[in-house]
């Protein structure tokens, strides 16, 4: 488990999903998150089957609650009646529907590390239903989807890329996706600017 205190090796992972790469927006969102001053250590392309995304979507075993609750809320918040009201049956749905959103075509899986990675992707990331995602982040700038059009439809929320929600999900899903020879230990030289005490040594 990471321990609380930030350091520069804290590490999150992305997920570019099919919609993100069908839309050629594999630059524009890597960009995003490398002019943060993060580190990409690992990164693949692949087809992910149902069985990764089922199990990468219940690692967190208080997922289906949080995320059935988290829609219910959108749905109210909104003034609009949600299609169920038990937590758990929405996140059965949702799941069903993921594993045919992520299979559909190949996805980029990316580690990041850096100083707060986690909280830091997930503020560049924006919230999970693009209608409501601030303007300036990834999904607020290049998606107009939402729970209500995703549900007329049947289908998951479009919302072009997946961020780990928390140090302790960040490395069991980091896992699930890399082994440990995929994540590469090296040195950029801006972290000197990024994390050092002093930045002297400018001038020659
Ligand atoms: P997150 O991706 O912002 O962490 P989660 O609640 O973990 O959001 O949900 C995982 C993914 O499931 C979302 O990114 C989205 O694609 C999809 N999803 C979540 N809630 C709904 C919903 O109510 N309707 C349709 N799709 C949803
Ligand atoms: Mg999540």
Redesign the pocket.
Known sequence: MQNNKPSKTDRTLIII?PDGVQRSLIGEITKRYERAGLKLVAIKMLVPTPEMVEKH?TLDPE?RR??GE??IK?YLDKGLIPPLTDPFE?TAR?LE??KK?MTSGPVIAMVWQGAHAVPIVRKI?G??EPLQSDVGTIRGDFVLDS?QL??EGE?????LV??S?SPDEAEKEIKHWFSDSEILNYRLIQEQIIYDVNIDGIFE
């Open positions: 999903k979507y997922w949080i995320t988290k829609t959108g929405i949702i529907r993921l959103y990331t919230g999970t729970y995703s549900d289908r998951s929320v479009r919302n997946h961020a929600g």
